[in-house]
């Protein structure tokens, strides 16, 4: 079946209706909410300020710290260190924060829809058409609306959680935190003195927004889907009375 029959069926009408494009719109921001999170990356600097025994002057070292999916920061700087006491020796040190669960689970719920969606246009356009007998509604289309109610949970579970991780990582990533859970606070203290760049986060916020807002594209489009089910209760066309003589 080429193109030119199809269109003359009609069959890409459904994509200008509104379960049609807004599945082409959840599509694209399914790419977009786990594109942003899984090419996130950032990266801080720690500067230590080691002072040997018995001098004054400090030996001066920069450390990146790297933050990228899937967000297990330890993980992701296996060569983090401190120093000893006569600043010569590298001691390793594990750093905290591992959000890798929520990330994995986010990216996951946006592979799901992105996948979902061209199956669902792929159903919409050159199955349902020959599924339809006198009007009638097709039994898929009761699946549809059934991961369609999933996927809403779906990604309100995936966004909620990605929210959560990320303020974790916003509270973890902080100066204070770093030295603290890090159990830096000797190394850091007098006469030793470390600093860390602050990090920015704007990607990852936007990652979460889109997040959000597929959950409630989503949600809007069960209204769109559940009309098209089979039980959808539709009124029936008025009957043209019979004609008299």
Not at 153 to 161: K, N, P, V, Y
């Amino acid at each position: 079946m080429n193109i030119e029959s199809l269109l003359a069926e009609g069959r890409f009408r459904v994509l200008n209706e509104p379960r049609g494009f807004i599945r082409i719109i959840q599509w694209v921001l399914a790419i977009v909410a786990f594109a942003t999170c899984s090419g996130y990356t950032e990266t801080l600097t720690f500067t230590s300020h080691c002072v040997p025994a018995g001098q004054d002057d400090a030996v001066v070292t920069d450390q990146k710290i790297v933050i990228k999916y899937p967000f297990n920061i330890a993980k992701a700087n296996p060569d983090f260190h401190k120093f000893d006491d006569a600043c010569e020796t590298q001691i390793p040190v594990t750093l905290a924060g591992d959000v890798s669960p929520s990330a994995s689970w986010y990216v996951f719920v946006g592979v799901i829809a992105f996948l979902y969606c061209m199956v669902a246009l792929g159903y919409y356009v050159f199955i349902e058409p020959t599924l339809r007998e006198n009007d009638e509604i097709p039994t898929y289309n009761n699946v549809d609306l059934i991961i369609t109610g999933v996927m809403v949970f779906f990604w309100l579970t995936g966004a909620s959680t990605m929210a959560w991780g990320k303020n974790q990582l916003d509270f973890i990533l902080t100066h204070g935190n770093i030295v603290k859970e890090a159990a830096l606070k000797d190394f850091c203290e007098t006469p030793n003195k470390c600093i860390v760049t602050a990090a920015t986060f704007v990607k990852l916020n936007a990652s979460v927004a889109f997040g959000f807002l597929n959950f409630f594209l989503w949600l809007g489009s069960l209204w769109f889907v559940w009309k098209e089910a089979s039980f959808f209760k539709r009124v029936p066309l008025a009957q043209s009375p019979p004609a008299t003589a």
